[in-house]
């Protein structure tokens, strides 16, 4: 029988600029890695002993450098099939708000772009990346409670934690 497990994580990070136009931070993975020059948001794998929310935060400073001031969980879900060990793997998709446009990116990447959200429609290459951005954008445009009934309650410990 498959089994469905939740072992990583998806993130879209956001900023607004002085206007208040949106754009989403896009990563190129490196092309000697697997899925290269592939555009992503920042994902990963969980980590024993840690949650979603670990990972996630974990994951952003990592792969960008960046500490999200918002943190929310976004009206969508992912999945994909693993047939080697015939596993379905849901992913939890998180939006961060970021007020810095200075990105570090980590050895994974070779290049980022801020795109807004229609360039990053076109950038994301699978239908799971863009249904996410989708949603995503959805959830920033509409005033409808679904932000902060999302929102994930962060203190700065949980975000600065051990991230040297």
């Known amino acids: 029988m498959t089994d469905a497990h939740v072992t990583h ?5 956001y900023r607004r600029n002085q206007k208040g136009n949106l754009s989403y931070l896009l990563l190129k993975r490196q ?7 592939l555009w992503q948001g920042v994902a990963g ?5 840690e949650t979603a929310v670990d990972a996630v935060l974990r994951e952003i400073f990592e ?3 960046l500490k999200p001031l918002n943190l929310y969980i976004a009206d969508h879900l992912t999945s994909f099939y693993q047939s080697y060990n015939d596993k379905i793997n849901f992913v ?3 939006m961060a708000e970021v007020d810095s446009k200075e990105v ?3 050895e994974e990447h070779c290049d980022y772009r801020w795109v807004n959200f229609e360039n990053g429609l076109r ?8 249904k996410a951005l989708s ?6 445009q509409s005033e409808d409670g679904r932000l902060e009934w999302s929102k994930v309650k962060l203190d700065q410990e949980e975000i600065l934690g051990d991230t040297k």
């Open 123 to 130: 950038i994301l290459s699978w239908n799971q990346q863009k």
């Open 45 to 49: 794998k969980i980590e024993y002993s």
């Open 31 to 37: 092309p000697k890695k697997k899925y290269a020059n």
């Open 104 to 106: 570090r990116i980590s």
């Open 9 to 13: 994580i998806d993130s879209y990070i």
């Open 63 to 65: 792969e960008t450098g």
């Open 92 to 94: 939890p998709v998180f």
């Open 135 to 140: 949603a995503i954008n959805t959830m920033l």
